[in-house]
C-alpha cells in the first residue's frame, strides 16, 4: 500500500504496470490533457493504446461532419505515433452527443477486454473545469462510463455477449487514472515528454487554427508549457502532468 503524503503533495504515479488503456471522447483529448505523461511511458517501454468514442466530427465549425471526421482520425493518428502509441481505435459514438448508458459502457469494457490493462486513464468526468468553466456532455459520460467499464470488464454477468464474442472477462485493472482533474492526487515528471506532447498537440493542425488566431506551435507550447508548470509547486518544483487515481 502505498504511504500517504501530504494532501498539498502529488504523489508519484504507480509504475509497475506494462499496459495502459486511453479512453477519451475526440481527438485532441489526450493532447490537451497527458501526452508528456504518455511519451514518457512508451520511451520506457510500456505499452499505451488509445481508444476515442468519437472521431470528433462536429468540432470544426466550417467543417461538414462527413469531410471532418476522417481529417481528425488521420491528425488523431498521427498525434498518436508522435508519443510512441500505434494503435488507435475509435467507437463512432456521436460526436456532441454522446449518451452515457449500457452501450457506452459495453464498448468501452470491450476495449478493456481485448487490451487487458492494468493502468486506465481517462478525462474530466465532472461538471466543471475548476469552479467557472462548464465541462462538455461528452466529457462527462466517457470520463464516467470509463470508471464503470473498468469494474464491467471484470464481471462475467454484466454484458455476457462479449464473452460469447472471444472477449474473456479482464479484472487486471488496478487503477483509473483521470486527466484535467482539479482534484490531482498524483502526477508525472513531464520533461522527457514535454516537447513532444507539443508536437503531438500541434498534429491537430486544423482543429486548432480553427479554435485560434494565435501561431499553432506557440498556442500550443504556451497551453501545455503552462498547464505542467502550474503542477511544480505540488510535485518538488518539476513541471508534472496530474492525475486523480483511483484505486481498484
Known amino acids: 500500500m502505498t504511504t500517504a503524503m501530504p494532501f498539498d ?29 504518455v511519451a514518457g511511458w512508451t520511451d520506457a517501454g510500456r505499452e499505451v493504446t488509445y481508444v476515442l468514442a468519437s472521431r470528433g466530427e462536429a468540432g470544426i465549425d466550417t467543417l461538414e461532419p462527413a469531410k471532418c471526421g476522417p481529417l ?27 449518451e452515457y448508458g449500457p452501450a457506452l459502457r459495453r464498448d468501452i469494457a470491450a476495449a478493456i477486454r481485448r487490451h487487458r490493462p492494468e493502468l486506465v486513464i481517462t478525462l474530466n468526468h465532472r461538471d466543471t473545469w475548476g469552479t467557472s468553466v462548464w465541462n462538455t456532455p461528452d466529457h462527462l459520460a466517457v470520463g464516467r462510463a470509463t470508471l464503470d467499464a473498468a469494474g464491467d470488464a ?74 505542467v508548470e502550474a503542477n511544480a509547486q505540488r510535485f518538488g518544483g518539476i513541471p508534472a502532468v496530474a492525475f486523480e487515481v483511483f484505486h481498484r
Not at 504515479?13 to 490533457?33: F, I, K, S, T
Not at 482520425?73 to 505515433?81: F, G, N, Y
Open 154 to 227: 471484470g464481471n462475467r454477468w454484466i454484458f455476457p455477449e462479449l464473452a460469447e464474442q472471444g472477449l474473456a472477462p479482464w479484472d487486471g485493472v488496478r487503477w483509473v487514472a483521470v486527466s484535467g482533474t482539479t482534484s490531482p492526487t498524483h502526477a508525472v515528471d513531464a520533461r522527457p515528454g514535454l516537447e513532444r506532447s507539443v508536437l503531438s498537440l500541434l498534429e491537430h493542425r486544423a482543429y486548432i487554427e480553427a479554435l485560434t488566431d494565435e501561431d499553432p506551435e506557440q498556442y500550443c507550447r504556451g497551453f501545455l508549457t503552462a498547464n
Open 9 to 37: 503533495q502529488l504523489q508519484p504515479m504507480p509504475e509497475d504496470w506494462q499496459r495502459a488503456l486511453a479512453v477519451v471522447a475526440h481527438p485532441d483529448d489526450l493532447e490537451y490533457g497527458c501526452a508528456a505523461a
Open 72 to 98: 481528425r482520425e488521420q491528425e488523431q493518428r498521427a498525434s498518436a505515433a508522435v508519443v510512441g502509441v500505434a494503435e488507435v481505435e475509435f467507437l463512432d459514438h456521436r460526436d456532441g452527443v454522446i
